[in-house]
T-cell receptor, first 113, second 109 residues
Framework: KAGVTQTPRYLIKTRGQQVTLSCSPI?????VSWYQQTPGQGLQFLFE???????NKGNFPGRFSGRQFSNSRSEMNVSTLELGDSALYLC????????????FGQGTRLTVV | KNEVEQSPQNLTAQEGEFITINCSYS?????LHWLQQHPGGGIVSLFM???GKKKHGRLIATINIQEKHSSLHITASHPRDSAVYIC???????????FGKGTKLSVKP
């Protein structure tokens, strides 16, 4: 079956702009989690959605937001981009129950100039 | 101090060697994940475990809940095993993972 699909794969934006990233989970998966990876901070949890509801949120400013649609596809949005937002953004999908394996997408590499 | 510590940070091995990567954590967890990340960024989930030991092919993962410690072993290592291996702990809420800094493994032929 198809894996987790993230689009776009690469993105270049200017400071102050906003950006929307998309994640299509594996069919049947209802949970989508988002992570940011930078050389300095490593991987950090952004938020998790299950059945269109945000269940968990990491320690990121309000400029980072997300949503999930009824087909489980998820988007994350970053407003007023800063240079420090340059990172690899990864999403992972799972069935959503406790102790279920997560499957990661290839990521979207965002560069803010 | 990071809540999840991995060692070593970098590891170079010869093909065929037995490899061990360690992960220690300081918080209560519901599960521990071992992930593999190749250049280019994609992450593959290798194991998710909450107790005992799991084995997939040449990979073995163990966890000791009392000691808050997990190990990832690779037997008969191969150059295609070269990647960054990341330990992550789950604190009871789905998806809310705390990650180690990763171990960069290079296996030479």
């Amino acid at each position: 079956k198809a894996g987790v699909t993230q689009t776009p794969r690469y993105l270049i934006k200017t400071r102050g702009q906003q950006v929307t990233l998309s994640c299509s989970p594996i069919s049947g998966h209802r949970s989508v989690s988002w992570y940011q990876q930078t050389p300095g901070q490593g991987l950090q949890f952004l938020f998790e959605y299950f059945s269109e509801t945000q269940r968990n949120k990491g320690n990121f400013p309000g400029r980072f937001s997300g949503r999930q649609f009824s087909n489980s596809r998820s988007e994350m949005n970053v407003s007023t981009l800063e240079l420090g937002d340059s990172a690899l953004y990864l999403c992972a999908s799972s069935l959503g129950a406790t102790y279920t394996e997560a499957f990661f997408g290839q990521g979207t590499r965002l560069t803010v100039v | 101090k990071n809540e999840v510590e991995q060692s070593p940070q970098n590891l170079t091995a010869q093909e065929g060697e037995f490899i061990t990567i360690n992960c220690s954590y300081s918080v209560g967890i519901s599960a521990l994940h071992w992930l593999q990340q190749h250049p280019g960024g994609g992450i593959v989930s290798l194991f998710m475990l909450s107790s005992g030991k799991k084995k997939h092919g040449r990979l073995i993962a163990t966890i000791n809940i009392q000691e808050k410690h997990s190990s990832l072993h690779i037997t008969a290592s191969h150059p295609r095993d070269s990647a960054v291996y990341i330990c992550a702990v789950e604190r009871g809420s789905q998806g809310n993972l705390i990650f180690g800094k990763g171990t960069k493994l290079s296996v030479k032929p």
